[in-house]
Each structure stands twice: as structure tokens, then as C-alpha cells.
Nanobody, 123 residues
Framework: QVTLVESGGGLVQAGGSLRLSCAAS????????FGWFRQVSGKDREFVGA????????WYADSVKGRFTISRDNANNIVYLQMNSLKPEDTAVYYC????????????????WGKGTLVTISS
């Protein structure tokens, strides 16, 4: 079992930055890949990005590529999502996910999900 707790959401003006954190506890942190999804009420969940077990591989949705960066701190069991040049359309609840398979994360089939943190971007 892996427990994920997101933090760092809030209200930011367009063009600003936020860094989301995902604290993981439970089974081996290094044995899991991690990802971020987001969801707007009434819409489907959207893949944002993922990071491999080693941290050497990262993947991003086209909508955030070049603006968002995922990283992992294996010493402290934390995954980060650095979000720059934020736009109003980035407003959503952001969820951290974990799985032993990076592919399952990217396809929305991760075994573990956090409860989410709300990000609101004002225009």
C-alpha cells in the first residue's frame, strides 16, 4: 500500500508559478513511478506528466510541455510538479499517482491515487 498526500495548491495569477508536492509513504518509494493528473469538475481526468522509477524518464502532456517539470526526491520520498507560466486553463484539482508501471500511470491505470489539491489560476 502506498499513501499519497498532495500539497502546494492555491490561487495564483496567470503567468505565475506554483510547486506541488506529493509525499509518499508505505511501500518502497524507489520501486514506484509517479505521475500527475488533473481534473476540472464535469470533465474527464487529464494526464499531466509522469516520472520513471529512476527519475531519468519524464513524460508530459502537450498542453504543459515546456512549462511544467516533474522531479522526485528519493531521499525524502517526495515528488514535485513545478508549474510555470500558469494559464487560467490550468485551473483544476491535481492528483498524484503511483504505480510500479510507468505505462499504467500514463494511461490512467495507476494503483495509487492521492486525494488531490486545488489549483486556481486567475486571469
Amino acid at each position: 500500500q502506498v499513501t499519497l498526500v498532495e500539497s502546494g495548491g492555491g490561487l495564483v495569477q496567470a503567468g505565475g508559478s506554483l510547486r506541488l508536492s506529493c509525499a509518499a509513504s508505505g511501500r518502497t518509494f524507489r520501486g514506484h513511478a509517479f505521475g500527475w493528473f488533473r481534473q476540472v469538475s464535469g470533465k474527464d481526468r487529464e494526464f499531466v506528466g509522469a516520472i520513471s522509477l529512476s527519475g531519468e524518464g519524464t513524460w508530459y502532456a502537450d498542453s504543459v510541455k515546456g512549462r511544467f517539470t516533474i522531479s522526485r526526491d528519493n531521499a525524502n520520498n517526495i515528488v514535485y510538479l513545478q508549474m510555470n507560466s500558469l494559464k487560467p486553463e490550468d485551473t483544476a484539482v491535481y492528483y498524484c499517482t503511483a504505480d510500479q508501471s510507468t505505462m499504467d500511470i500514463r494511461e490512467g491505470r495507476a494503483s495509487y491515487w492521492g486525494k488531490g489539491t486545488l489549483v486556481t489560476i486567475s486571469s
